[in-house]
């Protein structure tokens, strides 16, 4: 009998057992993952309290060493074993018109809602099980998407790459406009809300503004150590009247929702965009917005887009980002788990356990 790997194992709502799962083979176009910390997800909290039709092993942030790798895999891939390296949790085709328009993560193959392959959203049940983030090894699939991190990032800090990269992909890359010299407001302090405020600090905005509860007091606070001029809390203050007050009436040329409490957000996203301004609705709501304003949209000639995942490229502009030391990113990093504590550290990134919480981390 081969090695075996520990791995927790989703296996019932809001349960994961400790399981051991046989290392497999690393065939030539393939690898194998040693997973040195990976970061939880708002997604892995979703799986986690829904009803999985088969058990999976949860978790995609991952950064780690490459354990061992095949030849021709180590060819394509440019890594060798013993590298470090944060993996994207998208396996594309590579072959479709999507992969080809360098869009890999709209690839069919890779969606989870069409039975593709997604890292910490694939059944064990598919062969070789490694599918997840929260175990001693993954399975390094010939599509996957690699990239090489240096060795002095602190492993939480790395496992931030692919939220912070969809700060890079929504603010800069779907933002669609120069954000030099904008004013760009963040609704939602959550993760993704504090990495589209580093991406709008990187890209020049004139003004950074973050939108929160009264509950996110800390995490507004926190993004403005990182980067934002003003946060508002909007249980105090009317947003629409301090986003006129910060802009001397001209309003946001760049709106972000990124919170995911409700389709409200969505509504306030539009009422505090200036004409020809851009809304990008980056948080599942979970349910439709009931009086769709679309009048306003006409009258203000907005553009309203649907934001999701990430590119390669985005990943490589956060991973700069991170490595460069210009954020206090260690303050994002609020908890640590090991591998048997994965259901304290899901529940904690879903807030049913402790308090606090923006990046929770897993390391095996
Ligand atoms: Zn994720
Ligand atoms: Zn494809």
Known sequence: MGERALVAVASGKKRTDLREIEVPRVAPEAGLLRVEAVGVCGTDWSRYKSDLREPE????????????VGEAAAQRWGVEEGDRVVLEEYVPCGSCERCRGGEARLCDSTDPWLGGIRYGATPVSVAPSLWGGF???????????????????????????????????????????????????????????????????????????????????????????????????????????????????????????????????????????????????????????????????????????GVRGHSYESVELALRTIASGRYPLGEMCTHRFGLSEVDEALRTMGGESGSGAVHVVVAP
Not at 57 to 68: A, N
Not at 168 to 184: A, I, N
Request: include cysteine.
């Open 135 to 305: 175990g001693q090894y993954q399975y390094l699939h010939p599509n996957a998407m690699l990239h090489k991190v240096s060795d002095h990032v602190p492993a939480p800090e790395a496992a931030l790459a692919l939220p912070l990269s969809n700060g890079f992909e929504w603010v800069c890359l779907e933002g669609g406009r120069t954000v030099v010299g904008s004013t760009v407001v963040i609704q939602g302090p959550g993760q993704l809300g504090l990495a589209c405020v580093i991406a709008a600090r990187e890209a020049g905005a004139e003004r950074v503004v973050i939108s929160g509860l009264s509950a996110d007091a800390e995490r507004l606070e926190l993004a403005k150590r990182l980067g934002a001029d003003h946060a508002v809390d909007v249980e105090r203050d009317d947003l629409a009247e301090r986003v006129a007050e910060i802009t001397e009436g001209r309003m946001a040329d760049l709106v972000i929702d990124a919170a995911s409490g409700g389709p409200s957000t969505v509504t306030s996203a539009i009422e505090i965009a200036r004409k020809r301004g851009t809304v990008l609705l980056g948080g599942f709501k979970g349910e439709p917005l009931p009086r769709f304003p679309s009048d306003v949209l006409i009258s203000k000639c907005l553009t309203l887009k």
């Open 57 to 68: 092993i949860l978790g995609h942030h991952t950064v780690g060493r490459v354990e061992s």
